[in-house]
Every structure is written in structure tokens, then in C-alpha cells.
């Protein structure tokens, strides 16, 4: 299979016609219909039924046009980006984060990539689950750093499993004197979320379904103003975190958050936008994962 027959096959699904699709790409019907054909015969299976002005796709042609597309516009973006390191133009990544992630894993990282790259210009982004997952649509930033979060089928992103992170608890100072706390427990004082009010619900929800969660809610706008919180004893903060946390903060303990005497633990993964891959995205996972394994 050439690419530029996957090129016009693309092009006469999409435009339900060959004489628009040959028209688009500068050559003649017969031409497009000749290239068709011998993909269909490299392929050993027929991918449209031609009907006497029209035709419909086969299941493989169904098959080959969805995830075509998609290839397509992969390699436009491998050739835009080539080109673009090739003329040394400006080097960028823009990162985002969950905003109850707490870990030197992340910033070790970060560390490292800004210096195998000097001249990178480095963005970090946090936000709730929702508000990363629009980012990385929009285009916004080029990876995102998340735990699982159920999301709808809209988004044409690739994932990369990470590894699991231990749920914990920053609690007010004398708040318990045990080092682990059951999640039940924790109802005498609000959980605090990290989100805009137009996530709240959806943070709510997840937080109910995915920890189990049965007490009430407060929201901030940001990590600074759940830590002032916590220290004055208005609520209790969920942070995560791969072996170890960034350091202490006065006025509040950190405790391990159990669920029937087990440790919960949430899986994080790495996601990108894959109709718009970044080069410097790939060695950020690389080296993260490094960092990991010499935790």
C-alpha cells in the first residue's frame, strides 16, 4: 500500500465523489480510480462497491478510511514537525498536570529535560481532570500528566500507562495521631477539590465512584488556597504521589488513605493529542520514567 493510494482513497470517501477527489488532488478520474484499484488488489480485499454514480464502503474500506484518516494526518504532523527542527525554529513544551498530584517525580523530570535541552521552553499547566483533558484538545498544552478518569469518545488521544500512585491525605496538624486513616473516616470535615465551579460536579462524581467517598465537598481554585484551608482546619486535601512527597508544610500532616485497611492507589498515565504529537512530548515520558525507576 503506497501512501499517496491511501491519499486518494481518503480523499474519495470523504468527498463521496471521484471526480471531486481527483479534482482536489490535480489529476484525472481515471487516474484516482487506477490507484484505487490496485490498493484494493494489494490488499486482497475490496474496500468500496461501485454502484453506476456512486458506492459504499465495505466493512474494510469502513476500516481502512477511519484509522487512514487518522495516519494521514499523523504524518502531516511528523513532516511539520521534522521540518520545523530542521529550520531550528523555536524548541517548546507545554505540560499539563493534576492539580492533586504531589511529587518530586514530576519536577526531577522537568529538571532533567531542560537540561539534555537547553534551548527548550518549557510551559506547566495544572488542572482538574476535565479541565486537562480540553487542554490537550485544544491544543493547549502538547502532554498531560493524569490518573484515570472516564472520558467520552470525542477525544483522539494516545495514553501511556505510567505506573500506580498512593492516595494521601493532608490533614490538619493533631488532626489523628495514627499514620493511616480509613477513607470512612474522614467525613467530620469536607474534602477539598481543586477545580472551577463548572467541573465541580463532574469532580464530585468521579471522587464518589472511583474512591467511594461519602462525605461533603468544598472547592477551591487552586493548590495554594486547599493548603490554607487545611491548616486552618476547614477540610482535608487528596494529594498523589509515586514513593515519595515534596516537603512538609506547617500546620498540616500527611496520612495514607485506606480503604478497608488497604492503601488506595490510582493509576496515572501520560496522554497526547495524537493529531498533534510533539517531538519533545516523547523523551518528557522517557525521562520521567527513568526518574521512577531510580526511586
Not at 486518494?8 to 484499484?37: D, G, L, R
Not at 481502512?64 to 511528523?78: A, Q, S, V
Not at 537547553?118 to 485544544?138: F, I, K, N, P
Amino acid at each position: 500500500m503506497l501512501l499517496k493510494q491511501l491519499e486518494y482513497f481518503v480523499s474519495v470517501v470523504e468527498h463521496n465523489s471521484f471526480t471531486q477527489a481527483a479534482y482536489e488532488n490535480y489529476v484525472s478520474q481515471s487516474a484516482i480510480s487506477q490507484q484505487i484499484k490496485s490498493l484494493e488488489a494489494s490488499l486482497g480485499v475490496p474496500l468500496m462497491v461501485r454502484e453506476k454514480r456512486s458506492f459504499h464502503l465495505t466493512p474494510a474500506g469502513e476500516y481502512l478510511y477511519r484509522n487512514g484518516k487518522h495516519m494521514m494526518l499523523r504524518i502531516k504532523n511528523l513532516q511539520e514537525e521534522t521540518a520545523r527542527i530542521g529550520k531550528n525554529e523555536r524548541k517548546y513544551l507545554r505540560i499539563g498536570y493534576l492539580n492533586r498530584y504531589s511529587g518530586i517525580a514530576l519536577q526531577q523530570a522537568l529538571m532533567r529535560t531542560t537540561k539534555r535541552y537547553r534551548d527548550l521552553d518549557v510551559r506547566m499547566y495544572s488542572g482538574s481532570h476535565s479541565e486537562l483533558y480540553q487542554m490537550l484538545d485544544d491544543n493547549l498544552v502538547d502532554i498531560i500528566f493524569n490518573d484515570y478518569w472516564q472520558m467520552t469518545n470525542d477525544y483522539d488521544f494516545n495514553s501511556y500507562a505510567i505506573s500506580t500512585a498512593t492516595v494521601i491525605a493532608e490533614v490538619p496538624k493533631g488532626y489523628t495521631t495514627e499514620g493511616a486513616v480509613e477513607l470512612k473516616e474522614l467525613l467530620d470535615l469536607p474534602l477539598i477539590l481543586v477545580c472551577d465551579e463548572d467541573q465541580r460536579l463532574d469532580e464530585e462524581n468521579n471522587y464518589r465512584k472511583s474512591l467511594g467517598f461519602a462525605g461533603s465537598f468544598i472547592h477551591v481554585k487552586n493548590l495554594e488556597e486547599a493548603r490554607f484551608l487545611v491548616a486552618a482546619g476547614q477540610g482535608i486535601l487528596l494529594v498523589d504521589r509515586f514513593k515519595y512527597l515534596v516537603d512538609s508544610i506547617p500546620g498540616i500532616e500527611r496520612k495514607c488513605i485506606l480503604s478497608y485497611g488497604k492503601p488506595i492507589e490510582r493509576d496515572y498515565y501520560f496522554y497526547v493529542n495524537a493529531q498533534n504529537l510533539n517531538t519533545y512530548a516523547e523523551a518528557f515520558k522517557d525521562i520521567f520514567l527513568q526518574v521512577l525507576d531510580e526511586f
